[in-house]
């Protein structure tokens, strides 16, 4: 699995390899062999090489894990790498207006909106399936829908514009 770390406001790349305990963790390039073990009640044995953690580990709202080990306390952000992509690529933003870029490759499931149509944030633009998994792509700004530059059953790219709201 690929998932995407942010702690202090840095973004780190994971990727968690095996199961039954023992796992090769690539954090931003480097690799870690580790033997983690459930003890309880939140609670992780860790061994990392020749050294050995106990890791307290209790989840807050919006994916946000409270980490403790060896006294030292982390607020982590775990976020699923696909989603993370989609959350902080799919659209970006202007000063006047949101361009709407596909974040990786798909199928347009839906397009639920019409050029002219008036949009504010949070209405739904289009439909994307990546993964097999089908992803809504909201608008971030109030305006009006200015092109549709795709349509339902076509194959995009990442980066390929879907609409354009001024």
């Given amino acids: 699995m690929k998932f995407e770390a942010q702690l202090d406001g840095a973004v780190v790349p994971v990727e968690v390899v095996g199961d039954g305990g023992r796992y090769r963790v690539t954090l931003g390039g480097d690799a870690l062999e580790v033997d983690a073990r459930p003890t309880g009640e939140g609670g992780w044995s860790l061994l990392l090489g020749r050294e050995s953690f106990a890791a307290g580990v209790c989840e807050e709202e919006g994916g946000v894990f409270v980490v403790d080990v060896d006294g030292e306390t982390y607020s982590i952000r775990v976020e699923e790498e696909t989603r993370y992509i989609i959350r902080t690529r799919g659209g970006g933003a202007a000063a006047r207006g949101q361009i709407l870029k596909a974040p990786m490759p798909g199928r347009v499931v ?10 504010a944030p949070g ?11 089908e992803n809504e792509f909201k608008a971030s700004v109030a305006g009006t829908v200015k092109e549709i530059r795709v349509e339902a059953g076509q194959a995009v790219n990442p980066g390929d514009v879907l609409v354009v709201v001024e």
């Fill in 110 to 119: 839906m397009v639920e909106v019409t050029v002219g149509q008036a949009v």
């Fill in 123 to 133: 209405d739904g633009l289009v439909i994307l399936e990546a993964m097999k998994m």
